[in-house]
């Protein structure tokens, strides 16, 4: 980190590029993308070596989640803020991208109404809400998939940072929000499909949902933005601004004292952060299918944050080896024994936090450390400076 | 993007190519005035009709027994604590009386408190990066470059410190002492003309008192120093002049060998903590 600090005088979005855990991290998912993509389409389906469009899809869904996961260790690893109500965002973006996929759907759902959705015409409603305008446009509905979220942590962030509310209770405020936007989205009455949520999805800009090639296309279109949002935070965390996330992360005052205006900073962290949950969420109901408010469950967002715990918080590429690890172990847990599945979260969760406090990432760098120590071992005494004598 | 390269551009250049430039004006000689002041909280006078003048580029000791009203003094300076008559000049233009908490630091007034707190997480380097003036608005800060100016201005700052050798060593691995002038050296980023330092060698070793006096010692004639200390043996290895403070007024003021032989500082203090000192 500090290495880096005086050679940065580039542009601060190509700043991470010349890092090279970045170029570590981009090279291995780009290997991972072509790899799936060759062993699905170029492989014959007979081989065992055949990825089929289920496990594409999931892949996919790993994906998104491991790009929430990264909005997560934004504010958690760098900032400090222990935000237990991701979900919300994650599940607002959601929502916009549902919202799109149901005005697609038009004339071919089960009552054939031209503009109403299935839902609205089973609760007697003759017209659509105010809300739902404007979602039969795609660049509509994207851009309602970062405002929106956006919108919500602007609001919870300046009411919650002016107070300077931190800590333990703001991550119980997060947690309420949560509770209370899925309460409020199983009420039939907020016209959201009330707890059966937004399903039956056909066509997304034009590409049926249900073939195998769409769904590799979603799965390589949530890689990239996996990548992408790893780089923009990345670009964030090496910038003089993640500096002052950190300095505000250990010691607010101090930081507050120098000049900087805290709650500023903490906002705008904030609000990239839940921007990013919200494309995470857009990129995950195409590919899952549905959208209910059991996403808004505040279980989901703390669930989040083990994710980050496990793979290790601050360090950004850990919270992605944490959501892949830990939903891929929910995958074949679920399916070989579905009822140990949550002792075996709670195992791993106790396993890692007694034996590797730092997560899967602190695994890595501590033994990249020993190897370093090792090696420079021979050329060590000359660079003892003469002021740890002092 | 282009359109926020150039912003960014524009920015830098407008903060870091125009240093400060400090209003004070210091032509009639001294940088900081105080003049019959007296605050009171419920009666008890913590500070009792005071008066003290600091040269420009004057490093002065102020001590004094416990409750003679040294923090208090540094809290009325920094407009913390309001007196309740008097009068504080900083230079003879800006009346620190009438000015909040921010302007006074902004004016470049910098006050070094008695417990470190460095960041930990952050380089030595990045430290002091971050103490510097600059501009400190969101797009800005994300947006900073690591220019020739800034570098230089660290490396000086880190010379004068004595870390530039751990300047890429996390702040959290440093000594006591050592994060004591990282602290310091944060105060200096900010380019301040006046710097009180609050008992800035409790809890060091010897030689790193010895290190803090020569850093104290240099600082003066650049910046004007006042320090609050305690510890006598550290006071008489820095002090031209020390002024000694009880019941919140001054006792006597003078070289060290003057104020020690006064009776009345004999009397009230220096006997008593001499003693304890040898």
Redesign the interface.
């Known amino acids: 980190?500090?290495?880096t600090?005086?050679?940065?005088?580039?542009?601060?979005?190509t700043r991470p590029f010349s890092e090279r855990s970045t170029q570590i991290f981009l090279g291995v998912l780009l290997a991972a993308l072509a790899l799936v993509t060759i062993l699905h389409v170029a492989v014959p389906p007979d081989n065992p070596l055949h990825v089929g469009a289920y496990t594409v899809n999931l892949f996919g869904k790993y994906l998104s989640y491991a790009l929430l996961a990264v909005a997560v260790d934004l504010v958690w690893g760098y900032l400090g803020i222990l935000s237990l109500g991701h979900g919300a965002f994650f599940a607002i973006g959601g929502y916009a991208m549902g919202m799109y996929l149901m005005r697609q759907i038009g004339e071919r759902g089960t009552y054939g109404h031209p503009v109403l959705p299935d839902f609205m015409v089973f609760l007697n409603w003759d017209s659509l809400p105010w809300y739902w305008l404007g979602f039969d446009m795609a660049w509509f509905a994207f851009a309602m998939v970062l405002i929106a979220p956006g919108l919500l942590a602007l609001v919870f962030g300046f009411l919650a940072f002016r107070s300077r509310v931190t800590g333990v209770y703001l991550s119980i405020i997060t947690q309420a929000l949560t509770f209370a936007l899925m309460l409020a989205f199983f009420r039939n009455e907020m016209g959201f499909g009330g707890n059966n949520g937004l399903t039956d999805f056909r066509e997304l800009l034009g590409y049926n949902l249900r073939s195998n090639d769409t769904r590799l296309g979603l799965f390589l279109a949530t890689g990239v933005a996996l990548g992408l949002g790893y780089i923009l935070c990345r670009a964030?965390v090496t910038?003089?601004?993640g500096?002052?996330s950190?300095?505000t992360?250990?010691?607010e005052?101090?930081?507050r004292f120098?000049?900087?205006?805290v709650e500023?900073?903490q906002l705008?962290v904030f609000v990239v952060s839940a921007m990013l949950a919200g494309l995470a969420g857009a990129l995950y109901v195409p590919q899952v299918g549905i959208i209910n408010p059991s996403e808004f469950s505040p279980i989901f967002s703390i669930e989040i944050v083990l994710w980050v715990a496990l793979g290790g918080r601050a360090t950004l590429y850990g919270a992605v080896i944490g959501a892949i690890l830990v939903n891929y172990a929910k995958t074949v847990f679920t399916g070989v024994m579905p009822d140990a599945w949550l002792f075996a979260l709670g195992a791993m969760f106790v396993l890692v936090t007694v034996f590797l406090p730092k997560g899967v990432a602190g695994l890595f760098r501590h033994l990249k450390r020993k190897q370093r120590a090792t090696s420079t071992l021979a050329d060590k005494p000359n660079n003892t400076?003469?002021?740890?004598?002092? | 993007m282009s359109f926020l390269q150039s912003l960014s551009q524009r920015d830098r250049v407008f903060d870091f190519m125009a240093p400060q430039a400090s209003p004070v004006d210091v032509r009639h000689g001294p940088i900081l005035y105080l003049e019959d002041v007296t605050v009171s909280f419920d009666g008890f006078k913590a500070i009792n009709n005071l008066n003290l003048t600091i040269d420009d580029g004057e490093l002065r000791c102020i001590i004094g027994p416990n409750g003679a009203g040294k923090t208090t003094m540094m809290g009325i300076i920094t407009g913390k604590t309001r007196p309740n008559s008097g009068s504080v000049w900083f230079g003879s233009r800006h009346n620190l009386l009438q000015m909040n908490e921010p302007e006074i630091a902004s004016l470049g007034i910098g006050r070094k408190f008695q417990k470190p707190t460095v960041f930990e997480a952050l380089s030595v380097f990045e430290n002091l990066e971050l103490a510097m003036a600059a501009d400190k608005r969101i797009f800005p800060t994300l947006t900073a470059r690591m220019t020739g100016e800034i570098k230089d201005r660290i490396d000086e700052v880190l010379e004068t410190i004595g870390l530039a050798a751990l300047r890429h060593q996390l702040a959290g691995i440093l000594s006591h002492g050592q994060k004591q002038w990282l602290e310091i050296g944060m105060l200096l980023m900010q380019r301040p003309r006046l710097l009180l330092v609050d008992e800035p060698v409790a809890g060091m070793t010897e030689q790193e008192m010895e290190r803090t006096a020569e850093l104290l010692t240099g600082l003066a004639g650049k910046q004007s120093v006042v320090v609050v200390e305690h510890d006598m043996g550290f006071v008489r290895s820095i002090a031209r002049q020390v002024t000694v403070l009880h019941q919140g007024s001054v006792l006597a003021e003078g070289t060290m060998d003057q104020v020690a032989s006064d009776p009345k500082v004999v009397e009230v203090y220096l006997g008593a903590d001499d003693e304890e000192a040898a």
């Open positions: 980190m500090s290495l600090t005086e050679s940065s005088t580039n542009f601060w979005l964030i910038s003089k601004l500096r002052v950190i300095a992360r250990d010691a005052a101090r930081t120098l000049g900087y205006r500023r900073f705008f400076p003469e002021e740890v004598s002092a």
